[in-house]
Every structure is written in structure tokens, then in C-alpha cells.
């Protein structure tokens, strides 16, 4: 089914608009925020990698290899599935109920620099979600 385009009083394509106020405090304090990415029950990894998703993993990591256990440490950190290459978390500020994002261990700006093996296992565990 093709929806019919629906055009503003401009002639420009109407865009439809995600209203999503839950995000607001997120949109709002993200620029400022120490630390993004970390959960506040990990705040105990000392580092700042400068990446939400970067820190994210990092200070669970860190919560495990210093006797938290595995299964609390992912938890506070929303993580649903981890892989070798990449990871599966719920997003903290959701869109909609049951948002989650299939994210690489590796921090890279263009999806052509992943490589093979870790895009093959983003695409296998998208199809999970
Ligand atoms: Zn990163």
C-alpha cells in the first residue's frame, strides 16, 4: 500500500512527527551530561571514552571485571544479547515501548568500516529483535 504524499502549505512533503515528550529530558541534558551512556548504578568506572554507546559497554564491563556479576551488570545497563561483535540494548529514552538498537563494539562513523564478520552478526542479530 503506497500512502499518499501529503504536502505542506509550501508544497514541501509533510513529514509525519514522532511525538515522543519522554525524550525531553534526554534531548534536553544530553549535551551537557558527564559521562553519557553510563548508568548510574556503574557510575564506579572511572573512564569517559566520549561516546554514549562507548561508555555504555566500558562501564559494564568494568562493573564485571570487579565483581559485579554479569547478569546485574548488563542488566543496569539494559543490555538484552551480547555477540561477539555487537550487542543488542534497550534505548534508555525509547521512541516507542520495546525500542531497543543492535550496536558494534567497534566505534566507527560509517557502516562500510565495519568489518564483514561484525556486519554479518549486526544484520543476524537484528533479525532477533
Ligand atoms: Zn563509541
Not at 56 to 76: F, K, N, P, Q, R
Not at 113 to 118: D, G, P, R
Amino acid at each position: 500500500m503506497v500512502r499518499p504524499t501529503i504536502l505542506r502549505g509550501d508544497g514541501v512533503p509533510h513529514m509525519d512527527i514522532l511525538w515522543t515528550p519522554w525524550r525531553f529530558a534526554y534531548i534536553t541534558s544530553a549535551d551537557g551530561a558527564p559521562r553519557p551512556g553510563v548508568p548510574k548504578s556503574l557510575a564506579a568506572w572511572p573512564g569517559d571514552l566520549g561516546c554514549v554507546f562507548c561508555n555504555l559497554i566500558a562501564s559494564v564491563e568494568y562493573a564485571i571485571e570487579h565483581g559485579t556479576s554479569a547478569e546485574e551488570a548488563e542488566a543496569a545497563g539494559g543490555l538484552i544479547l551480547r555477540g561477539k561483535h555487537c550487542f543488542i540494548c534497550l534505548n534508555a529514552f525509547p521512541y516507542t515501548s520495546g525500542h531497543v538498537m543492535v550496536m558494534p563494539y567497534a566505534h566507527l562513523d560509517r557502516l562500510a568500516k565495519l568489518s564483514v564478520e561484525a556486519a554479518h552478526e549486526l544484520i543476524e542479530l537484528s533479525q532477533q529483535t
